[in-house]
């Protein structure tokens, strides 16, 4: 059974660097052909997608973050982690890391649910001062 876990710190001051770690057990980053990508889902709001890495390291992003956003991976860990830089309250929202068996379509095919066969329980991030 494939899980992905979230974690990371719950509360992040405007302007900073958020960080955020996914932990994978019973299957391997590296295994062909997965896709490991991180959503969000900012209160009252839909998913959207940030970006991913596939496994053999290639990485992919939304354009709307303004190239914030940087994924990278630990392959003697099996985690890949998220970092977005200069966040703001509209940052708040809650994380998601998820496995697709695809690549990113890079348009909003990639913020349906069904896109994706395992999901982080997610964690909740707060932009804050």
């Known amino acids: 059974q494939v899980q992905l876990q979230e974690s990371g710190p719950g509360l992040v001051k405007p302007s900073q660097t958020l960080s955020l770690t996914c932990t994978v057990s019973?299957?391997?980053?590296?295994?062909?052909?997965?896709?490991w990508n991180w959503i969000r889902q900012p209160p009252g709001k839909g998913l959207e997608w940030m970006g991913a890495?596939?496994?053999?390291?290639?990485?992919y992003y939304n354009p709307s973050l303004q190239s914030r956003a940087s994924v990278s991976r630990d392959t003697s860990k099996n985690h890949f982690t998220l970092q977005l830089t200069s966040v703001t309250p509209e940052d708040t929202a809650v994380y998601y890391c998820a496995r697709a068996g695809h690549p990113p379509y890079l348009s909003d095919y990639d913020n349906r649910r069904d896109e994706y066969d395992y999901w982080g329980r997610g964690t909740q991030v707060t932009v804050s001062s």
């Open positions: 019973g299957d391997s980053i590296t295994t062909n052909y997965y896709y």
């Open positions: 890495i596939n496994y053999y390291g290639r990485t």
